[in-house]
């Protein structure tokens, strides 16, 4: 018990600590966001996000800076509840029900995820916690060209990770997401339909239909992070629209300064995400330069907001790039001489017709329930247009030009990703921004599309709550299951596993393991440069050695231009022009993508997966020559520890053509 009040103890600190960056924007921001607790703390997440970036660019953001930051954020709550004194208010509306509602949610995701039980033994290890590892030991993210830091998300919410890594450990990583976000998500729903005098039974609904949707969870990646980031957006924008409607929009640029940190903040977390944003402020800016009469206005806040966004992603943008362009340089001689290197010029999957195939996801559900509630938050944007055409002259109506963006902007994404990416992989990218956004449209459709406490906001909310039971009955299944996962391992991870993946992924987590580590580091000198392909590196020390871990899917990577197809010596010159002195190398164990598994990856019809099975392939069985001719420092069977010696191979020699026949 002692426990689960410690861990409920982080996430509340945590949360108010948020909340009290927020407040310190509020001289600079527009009033009407710090009427809602909820999105004032989504605000101070994405400002705290811009300040991780200057920390990690510069490389201090570790524990004394990261604690500093927290005694700052919950000074600046504490003297807000000390003036406001809250406690005070003894009597609550009806319409306050979904707030009392919202926190059992949280506190039951709280109790159920944390520590968390289970993690994805491939994302999350590989990538995901050794991030924050690395970030928490070093203060920093740069110097691994070969990490996926660029190809998937630019690193932010590996800093909100260490947080919750200072505070309990691996277990307490999903906090962050799973449990702080996910808490934000449900309590901004609860106070939007306060705020706006909505029905509380339709903010009870969307409650329950945001927790029921199934998120496709795979690794602790950001997901209702994602989600708050694109609610809060949203918002935001319906408060700009209704500004930027009026004659005079002088305050304007006090709502495009916060679009501006949020968008930067989803960019800086998930490349898809940052999709969205890119498309929902276009079509805003779009929408608003047709319909408003104040045309600079509209010009200038955009130019605002587009400079706190430039601001605010650039100092994530230039952390991994001098490694990458180290990276691309040393590979530039070698390029030439490397078959695979040049062998896919486009990764895109056009899935896009899978949207309407009510196909079995491996996660979970059909692509048909996410693309319906697209439609549907889609549908109501363009209803929200087509009723403003007709009474433009009623400013109440003026928030129905955001929603039309947000229900565009939602739909258009989910066609880009399933164009760019295989479906099942589509549908997980844009569970963040289904989850998010759909809610924050239907109620943003009901506050602007009808008056306050006329019978036509009750018919039309009562069309939505029936909607919201739809949803709820087409994910129960996936809901109870997922309920069960976590009542049982402690974890929302939407595929199956077994008793051996869940005894390796504990075991993975004990001191006895990162002993293991330890004493494996140590047949390296300090200070040298080794590459790093293990399931856990996170146990390893990265003040001690430059550690430059490395996964198959990273090295596909094409911005780092790795020049795959090398012969043994050639590959071995492209590290050695990297820094790279050591290998460590995990060659068996349960955790380990083998040899078979990535010959099978060849197979697959989609290039993606191709490509990763083809370098993958390419890797292992260079590195496996590169041992024997180097001097081995360390072999167990599992593990092998070698110096890279001196080749003097041709670097023009192809590789074998037995090789080639197999990749």
Not at 299 to 305: E, F, I, M, N, V
Not at 328 to 346: D, F, G, V
Not at 421 to 431: D, E, H, L, Q
Request: proline share 4%; net charge positive.
């Amino acid at each position: 018990m002692t426990q689960k009040i410690y861990q409920l103890l982080v996430v509340l600190l945590f949360i108010l600590c948020a909340f009290g960056w927020g407040r310190l924007t509020r001289r600079f921001l527009d009033r009407r966001i710090f009427a809602f607790h909820s999105l004032t703390t989504i605000i101070g997440l994405a400002v705290l996000g811009l300040i991780g970036g200057v920390l990690n660019l510069v490389h201090v953001a570790k524990a004394p800076v990261l604690l500093l930051m927290v005694a700052i954020g919950l000074g600046v709550t504490t003297r807000h509840l000390l003036r406001s004194r809250p406690w005070r208010q003894r009597t609550f509306p009806l319409g306050a029900i979904p707030l009392f509602v919202a926190p059992i949610f949280a506190l039951g995701a709280a109790w159920l995820l944390m520590p968390t039980g289970v993690f994805n033994i491939a994302d999350d290890f590989h990538t995901y916690v050794t991030r924050a590892t690395r970030m928490a030991q070093t203060g920093s993210l740069a110097g691994n060209a070969f990490d996926t830091l660029g190809l998937d998300s630019l690193g932010s919410a590996s800093f909100f990770h260490c947080f919750f890594l200072l505070a309990g450990g691996v277990a307490f990583l999903n906090g962050f997401d799973a449990v702080a976000c996910f808490a934000l998500c449900v309590l901004l729903l609860a106070e939007l339909s306060l705020r706006w005098r909505l029905p509380w039974w339709l903010g009870l609904c969307a409650i329950f239909g945001l927790a029921w949707i199934n998120p496709q969870y795979v690794n602790i990646s950001p997901l209702y992070a994602g989600a708050a980031g694109v609610m809060a957006l949203m918002v935001c924008g319906l408060f700009l629209a209704r500004t930027l409607m009026r004659r005079h929009g002088a305050s304007a640029w006090r709502l495009a300064l916060p679009m501006g940190f949020l968008a930067a903040w989803l960019a800086t977390m998930k490349m898809t995400l940052g999709f969205f944003a890119g498309i929902y402020l276009s079509v805003l800016l779009l929408v608003l330069l047709v319909a408003a009469a104040n045309r600079p206005a509209v010009l200038k806040s955009a130019g605002a907001g587009f400079l706190v966004l430039v601001f605010g992603v650039l100092p994530w943008a230039l952390v991994p790039l001098p490694a990458l362009l180290r990276a691309r340089n040393a590979a530039e001689t070698l390029i030439t001489s490397a078959p695979l290197a040049e062998k896919y010029t486009s990764l895109t999957a056009h899935q896009s017709a899978f949207l309407f195939n009510p196909i079995a996801l491996f996660y979970g559900d059909t692509p048909v329930f996410y693309l319906a509630v697209s439609g549907a938050a889609f549908a109501l944007g363009i209803a929200g247009v087509a009723h403003w055409l007709r009474r433009r002259s009623d400013s109440k109506l003026h928030g129905t030009l955001a929603v039309a963006a947000g229900g565009v902007a939602m739909f258009a994404t989910l066609f880009l990703n399933s164009h760019l990416f295989p479906i099942g992989m589509a549908i997980r990218y844009t569970c963040p921004i289904v989850i998010g956004g759909a809610f924050v449209v239907a109620l943003g459709f009901v506050r602007s599309r009808t008056p306050a406490l006329a019978p036509s906001r009750r018919w039309v909310s009562a069309g939505l709550a029936a909607g919201c039971v739809a949803l709820i009955i087409s994910f129960n299944e996936t809901f109870l299951e997922r309920l069960d996962t976590a009542r049982q391992n402690r974890t929302l991870l939407a595929y199956s596993v077994n008793q051996s993946y869940i005894d390796y992924s504990r075991d993975m987590l004990t001191d006895a393991a990162a002993g293991y580590h330890s004493r494996l580091q140590n047949n390296i000198p300090s200070g040298s440069t080794a590459l790093v392909w293990t399931t856990t590196p996170f146990h390893f020390d990265f003040e001690r050695n430059q550690l430059l871990t490395m996964t198959a899917p990273a090295m596909t990577n094409p911005a780092l231009h790795f020049p795959a197809g090398l012969a043994p010596g050639g590959l071995e010159q492209y590290l050695r022009n990297n820094r790279v002195r050591f290998v460590i190398m995990e060659t068996n164990g349960y955790g380990v993508v083998d040899l078979a598994d990535l010959v099978r990856m060849q197979r697959n019809r989609l290039a993606v997966y191709k490509k990763i099975g083809d370098f993958g392939t390419y890797l292992r069985r260079s590195l496996d020559e590169l041992a024997t001719r180097g001097k081995v420092l360390y072999s167990d069977g599992r593990m092998v520890v070698f110096e890279l010696g001196n080749s003097t191979e041709p670097l023009d020699q192809k590789v074998s053509t037995h090789t080639i026949s197999s990749l």
